[in-house]
């Protein structure tokens, strides 16, 4: 499965990186609602109508990070809800987590934007955008 590729022709069709707009155009709700900690959020299909629900006491970056996520389990794990957790486990996420990982950084890390306004110096570019825990998930 080539998630950058996928990545790249869904914000060369909608001509955003912004996970929330990207949803609009897919006519997915974002519901923000509090939950437990350790969800962040998870995305389901119910009578045909899909859902992203967001925990809302996470902070915004997070919440942002989420709901790129939850459009990767959308876009790549259609049939399935899926929920977020927190990774501070024993266990390895599954792959079906590691690739709506790899979905969110592909989604949320604009690398034009890191070259000219970050002068490609993608420490601080991730630090700024709220991204850090995403950097894992980069592909050369």
């Known amino acids: 499965m080539d998630i950058k590729r996928r990545v790249k022709n ?7 990186r912004n996970p929330y707009e990207l949803a609009d155009y897919l006519k997915i709700e974002i519901v923000l609602a509090p939950m437990p900690a ?9 009578l045909r109508r899909k859902f992203i629900v967001i ?6 970056y997070r919440q942002r ?3 790129a996520h939850e ?5 790549l794990h259609k049939g399935w809800g899926y929920y977020f957790m927190i990774e501070h486990t024993f266990f390895s996420p599954s792959r079906f987590e590691r690739e709506a ?3 969110a950084w592909q989604l949320l890390f604009d690398e034009e934007c890191c070259c000219c306004e970050y002068e490609s110096d993608i420490d601080r570019y ?6 850090v825990e995403l950097r894992k998930y980069r592909k050369i």
């Open 10 to 16: 869904l914000v060369k069709k909608y001509h955003t």
């Open 38 to 46: 350790h969800l962040h959020g998870f995305y389901d299909r119910i």
């Open 55 to 60: 925990n809302s006491i996470l902070e915004e």
């Open 65 to 67: 990070q989420t709901c």
């Open 71 to 75: 459009l990767g389990h959308a876009q």
């Open 101 to 103: 990982n790899e979905f």
């Open 126 to 131: 991730v630090c700024e955008e709220g991204i």
